[in-house]
């Protein structure tokens, strides 16, 4: 079965501060994707980023970067020197496998508030 | 692009009355939507897959004859919820999925926020 888990519920940091946010995932497949969706106060889910399983490049964008690392099946989400506008909840989800529904597992979020 | 709205953003309804809500891609075209129900704090809950000119595959637990969906073009579905009743009060969300680079990304709407009275 695939599962996705993101550990931290809730995180508070103040504005400037570097923040990661975990999670860990499970699936039997060798072939599978995982995602970041950032969801704000308006409740519009934004897709972040894709990364395949074939592909353990880090990534980095402006202040966002992500660690994926299959041995230990995480792809954790680091914002650096975050803002105030980040504020919001972030998910990590899971797709892929023999049937490739396209089907996506979300974790349960994690709520991220940066203080002024 | 890969731009998907939804409509309405907001719906306040009677209880016994039927609520229609429509998904678009507005720059792609999806063959496949997706529909998920969202309570507070708490994460997505898919309910149903949708596949253009086809029945939609319901996950387990949802009645399909309660959560109505049609996926007649390549860049619209609609959910209806008939004969809503309070607990049925919920944020809606649609997500169409966009083919590339050999995977698909769902692309989400901004959600409906369903209040039954």
């Known amino acids: 079965a695939q599962k996705v888990t993101q550990a931290q519920t809730e995180i508070s940091v103040v504005e400037k501060e570097d923040v990661t946010l975990d999670c860990v995932y499970e699936t039997r497949d060798t072939t599978y994707y995982l995602f970041w969706y950032k969801q704000p106060p308006s409740g519009e889910l934004v897709f972040l980023i894709r990364r395949n399983s074939f592909d353990e490049q880090n990534e980095i964008s402006g202040r966002y970067s992500w660690n994926f690392q299959k041995s230990t099946s995480s792809f954790n989400f680091t914002i650096t020197a975050s803002q105030v506008v980040d504020s919001a909840v972030y998910f990590c989800?899971?797709?892929?496998?023999?049937?490739?529904?396209?089907?996506?597992?979300f974790g349960q979020g994690t709520t991220l508030q940066v203080k002024p | 692009g890969a731009v998907v709205s939804q409509h309405p953003s907001r719906v306040i309804c009677k209880s016994g009355t039927s609520v229609k809500i429509e998904c678009r891609s507005l720059d792609f075209q999806a063959t496949t939507m997706f529909w998920y129900r969202q309570f507070p704090k708490q994460s997505l809950m898919l309910m149903a897959t949708?596949?253009?000119?086809?029945?939609?595959?319901?996950e387990q637990g949802v009645e399909k004859d309660k959560f109505l969906i049609n996926h007649a073009s390549l860049t619209l579905s609609t959910l209806t919820v008939t004969s809503a009743h309070p607990e049925d009060s919920s944020f809606y969300i649609c997500?169409?999925?966009?083919?590339?680079?050999?995977?698909?990304?769902?692309?989400f709407g901004p959600g409906t926020r369903l209040t039954v009275l």
């Open positions: 997500s169409a999925s966009l083919w590339a680079g050999g995977s698909d990304t769902q692309y």
């Open positions: 949708s596949n253009e000119g086809s029945k939609a595959t319901y």
């Open positions: 989800a899971l797709s892929g496998g023999s049937s490739n529904t396209g089907k996506l597992i």
